[in-house]
């Protein structure tokens, strides 16, 4: 019963995430995540990284007829 | 024994989409159950995706999971995100599923159910889902490149400047069109428009909240939007009911027009984060909602289908649009069996976001056969209604007549019985004056859509209310691609300009910005105003224009394709991607040669354009009237010209193309494939 409401649990969380990851809130998570990985730069501030994305994401076809 | 029962199930599943495809075709007399619809294409799609695309994935592509992608090698946190796999097709499809896939089933469903429903299955499985996934694979292998770059690299420079021009060509008409659905989905209506005029403030004001107050917070922001949405729709109708409130908001086409003209540059001129990104967030949410509750509704009320499977109009008189199945048919449904449109989604963000080349099966090929499901909602919508229902919303005034009375007779002489009285009747339980003359599908799909949802929840009490809800959510998400595609549109103009006068190419330049924007914005709604004042209605002229341009858009991917799986040696399989390409540049063709040449004034636009003058030279137009006329000639002979500038960019693309292919088979000249160097994954199986 305890690992089925743990395996339940999980579930929950991961597709919690996926929606997260789905409509861009965790975004900002993930570019932190690669930017400690990958440069020695500071990272962007959250509304910094949020209008760079946006003028990024819109200035290409990303919605179709 | 495990490996057979699999077998044996899905032998199963092929003999009910087999049954249930026999059922839809075969059925004549009464109507038929949604039911047999929904099962054929599930089935259908389940068979295509085990089969087709496994075989596809096998043969002719040979996915490599060893082998690491762009959001591997190259990961940023910006662009190269990696990304699960069922997040990627949640973002892959709420990017390729905009209004086509609901429109276009709801004009064809003037011919029947039976044409539009097997073209939109056979074509999404053959066609559709085979550009997109190959497409996305041609794309994962070279870091992403647009469809354009691939174009060039792949078959020569001349093929890449066709298809930025083909791009750039669909999106003009495109727009134009989108924005003639909106227009005569909203005129006269003061719910309608109120509600719609509504999310510009809602969007403004997330707009504010995601870049000040939450930044990112897209959720939540959503949420607080979705819910003024809804209250928008409710306070619709006490506007409606307001006499002086009513008056405000009840617009005339021009009007509304050129209200969307202005709302388009706004939209393309403003910084991004203020307007367009918070509709789109609202836009996908509504339409993931909308989406879903329109196919769970279905399957819950189990509509019959009360349209016959073939109309007396498959003879290529029928008042929405005039022409036969063939090629017309093919052309007015693009989105919902195969789009070029997807491509540029295609070879854009997902291919930098896929974990696995083996995820492009399920993306490409998956995310396409969903689209395909939304455009078989879409005609079970439309076809539930009563026939003469759909007619009488669906057909200009200068066909069936401008009032209830003369529609009525009009229809029922075609055999689709109807009554003013119905009409009358429908209007107000929905909440409008009239419904009749609304061409464009929005309207029908809204009204077949309340029926579906006020059998699940409200009953008649609240069919205004899902009226208003399924108007809004199309239009709102029309919208989305309006502001969307104006600004892509205006960073397309400013390269091309950019190369006449470095300033204007400047994308942070604001004269630079303004002017293309006036240009991009003029362009496509030239072609709004050309539409909302033509007699006929407009789509009848716009929505083939705008199919041949979207299937040119889908046979320059498919030659793109065609030439890369060449130049990899797979000659054998080459059909896959051949035979959809011969397909398109049939219909395109076809189509096209029609539009301009047919000697039925209501296909050919140079026959309209000649019996037009021919009048006036009569005298059989009033005079008051001869300015427009003139107006409507120049019309038509630049529908007709911009048709033959179409038809010509795929001729000389495919003459480069089957050039290209010669060269490639005699061995006349090595192939170069512009392929990224293989690099092995650093990443653990199942990662």
Known sequence: ?65 | MKRVLKTLLWIAVAALAAAALATIALHRGEPINATWFVLAAACSYLVAYRLYSAFIAAKLLALDNSRATPSERREDGRDFVPTNKWVLFGHHFAAIAGPGPLVGPTLAAQFGYLPGTLWLIAGAAFAGCVQDFVILFCSIRRDGKTLGEMARQEVSKRGGVMAQLAVLAIMIILLGVVALVIVNALKSSPWATFTLAMTIPIALLLGIYLRFVRPGRVMEASIIGVALIMFAVVAGQWVADSPALAAKFTLGGVTLAFALIAYGFAASALPVWLLLAPRDYLSAFIKAGAIFSLAAGILLVRPQVLMPPLTRFVDGNGPVFAGKIFPFCFITIACGAISGFHSLISSGTTPKMIQRESHARFIGYGAMLLESFVGVMAMVAACAMTPGVYFAINSPASIVGPTPEAAAQTITGWGYPVSAATMTGLAHAVGEQTLLNRAGGAPSLAVGMAQIFSSTIGGERLLSIWYHFAIMFEALFILTVLDAGTRVGRFMVQELVGRVSKPLGRMNWYPGILLSSALIVGAWGYFLYQGVVDPLGGINSLWPLFGIANQLLAAVALVVATTILLKMGRLKWIWVTLLPTVWLVTITMTASYQKIFSSNPRIGFLSYANATTAQIAAGKIPAAKVAEMHRVIFNQRLDAAVTAVLAGMILVLLVEAVTHWHAILSRGRQPILHETPYVATQWAEGD
């Open chain 1, 1 to 65: 019963m305890r690992a089925t409401a743990k395996r339940l649990k999980g579930r929950l969380a991961e597709l919690w995430q996926g929606l997260r990851e789905w409509c861009g809130d965790a975004a900002y998570e993930k570019y932190v995540q690669c930017t400690a990985r990958r440069s020695a730069e500071p990272p962007l501030t959250p509304a910094e990284f949020y209008v760079e994305q946006m003028d990024r994401k819109y200035s290409r076809p990303n919605r179709c007829c």
